[in-house]
């Protein structure tokens, strides 16, 4: 049986990653956002997970409109970083943990969810961004990382309780992992993507603090109620992008009923997008 150390929702901006990659973090324009994540990389120091299970959305770099897969569950051993048309972000290689995954996958696979088994899968700045803001700029990433892709992409995307379901799902294989590393395993959850933004059309740059503030309350108090948000109220109020939230859903499902807010960070902008942060831990 593993231990849950927390679930932590994160928005996965590009720009984040491009400022770290270019020592921008001390400029004007970013230096009050990394000063406000610094008590969130402090806590996953005194964590130290042995593994993070990643749930974020490929940007047409591992998937393209030919093969959209609704969730892909990464067993490799490991993940290079994508080339996302600028060379790949000049990042660790991510290392994953392939006992675990394949154990999640039979899991997740006989508890009804058809899971798209990828061998072979890129990972970019939907994965590597949070890795990022999360454990900074060291030279290997000090964890194993299972990443755990949906599509927010292409319509139709799946809805918040099938996310929500499937943190549920997750935490049931995790309880129920009997590998040779399984009684000292600490686990992390990361639900990455949004906050409220959009990045074209006549709303381009749209944000909606109150939102976001709102979805971050109602996914630590009521996250059963909060996943039956249906997909046009995301776009109506969170932008073309705020779909991606539903991610959230899988972290929060994969936490017990009642949690403990730990740490939130929101930050507007980064980029032209809404940038939000949150830890969670199960209660005591």
Avoid at 42 to 55: G, K, L, Y
Avoid at 264 to 278: A, C, D, I, K
């Amino acid at each position: 049986m593993t231990t849950i150390i927390g679930g932590i929702g994160t928005s996965h901006v590009p720009a984040v990653g491009a400022a770290i990659d270019h020592g921008k973090q001390e400029e004007p324009y970013w230096r009050s956002y990394f000063e406000k994540i610094q008590p969130a990389r402090e806590w996953m120091a005194s964590q130290r997970p042995d593994v993070c299970i990643v749930v974020y959305n490929d940007h047409a770099s591992a998937f393209s409109l030919k093969l959209i897969p609704t969730f892909a569950l990464g067993v490799a051993t490991e993940f290079q970083p994508a080339d996302e048309g600028y060379g790949p972000r000049q990042v660790p290689t991510v290392q994953g943990h392939p006992e675990l995954a394949w154990h999640l996958a039979e899991s997740l696979i006989g508890d009804e969810f058809d899971i798209t088994i990828a061998n072979e899968m890129d990972v970019d700045h939907g994965l590597t961004v949070p890795l990022s803001v999360m454990f900074g700029e060291p030279d290997a990433w000090p964890c194993r990382i299972i990443p755990l892709c949906v599509n927010v992409i292409q319509y139709p995307p799946p809805s918040g309780k099938r996310c929500f379901d499937l943190g549920r799902a997750i935490r049931r294989a995790l309880d129920s992992y009997d590998g040779s590393d399984a009684d000292s395993m600490k686990v992390a959850v990361f639900g990455t993507g949004g906050m409220s933004h959009q990045l074209q059309g006549e709303r381009a740059g749209l944000i909606n603090t109150d939102f976001d503030h709102a979805f971050m309350d109602e996914l630590i108090a009521q996250p059963g109620v909060s996943c039956g948000r249906p997909h046009d109220e995301y776009i109506r109020e969170a932008g073309s992008e705020g779909i991606e939230l539903v991610m959230w859903f899988v972290m929060r499902g994969a936490l017990d009923d009642h949690v403990d807010e730990v740490f939130r960070m929101h930050h507007v902008p980064t980029s032209n997008t809404s940038n939000g942060l949150l830890i969670l831990q199960n209660a005591h």
